[in-house]
């Protein structure tokens, strides 16, 4: 079976711009979940997406939006993008939210100049 | 909120040599408690699990054990390798919607 895909694994973006990063879940699993790890740091939860619903927010602002479609796959939105927003962002797959743990992607590495 | 604490690194140890990482949590409820590892350029991989109290998690050669009493979840392994250098973080699922709350990341390096 394969497992999460990230695409792309690297993007460069001018601050104010926006970006879209996609993500194919693991085969079966109907949860999403986005984070955001910021260099030297743990992973923050952006938000989650359950049966193409969002169903889980962390404290990020509302330029951060998402989508999950009907196949589960999920794609991450970030408008007016700003310098703190470079990390690399982690998608997570799981096929009963989250509990039994999530399977990670490889994640996209932003770059904000 | 929910939180959790682990030693800080780097962690640097000669092959063959025992590995203890600590982890603390804070949390409201009965979380599942995770190990994720992470090699350079790449995104996180699950190492181990615990879903309740006293249950012990196990994985090529790592251990952790579900501490409810006190709320720790330490990482070891009798003899790391040099294949073993890669960040390590320790995780719980809290918060509502089984939502990860990871540590810091520890910075683990193994000398041959």
């Known amino acids: 079976e394969t497992g999460v895909t990230q695409s792309p694994t690297h993007l460069i973006k001018t601050r104010g711009q926006q970006v879209t990063l996609r993500c194919s879940s693991q085969?079966?699993?109907?949860?999403v979940s986005w984070y955001q790890q910021a260099l030297g740091q743990g992973p923050q939860f952006i938000f989650q997406?359950?049966?193409?619903?969002?169903?889980g927010r962390g404290n990020f602002p509302p330029r951060f939006s998402g989508l999950q479609f009907p196949n589960y796959s999920s794609e991450l939105n970030v408008n007016a993008l700003e310098l703190d927003d470079s990390a690399l962002y982690l998608c997570?797959?799981?096929?009963?939210?989250?509990?039994?743990?999530?399977?990670f992607g490889s994640g996209t590495r932003l770059t904000v100049v | 909120g929910d939180s959790v604490t682990q030693m800080e690194g780097p962690v640097t140890l000669s092959e063959e040599a025992f590995l203890t990482i600590n982890c603390t949590y804070t949390?409201?409820?009965?979380?599942?408690l995770f190990w994720y590892v992470q090699y350079p350029g790449e995104g996180l991989q699950l190492l181990l699990k615990?879903?309740?109290?006293?249950d012990k998690g196990s994985n090529k050669g790592f251990e952790a054990t579900y501490r409810k009493e006190t709320t720790s979840f330490h990482l070891e392994k009798g003899s790391v390798q040099v294949s073993d250098s890669a960040v390590y973080f320790c995780?719980?699922?809290?918060?509502?919607?089984?939502?990860?709350?990871f540590g810091a990341g520890t910075r683990l390096a193994v000398h041959p």
């Open positions: 997570a797959s799981s096929p009963n939210q989250g509990n039994y743990g999530y399977t």
């Open positions: 085969s079966g699993h109907n949860t």
């Open positions: 997406y359950y049966r193409e619903e969002e169903n």
């Open positions: 949390a409201t409820g009965y979380p599942s």
């Open positions: 615990a879903t309740k109290a006293d």
């Open positions: 995780a719980l699922t809290g918060g509502g919607y089984n939502k990860l709350i």
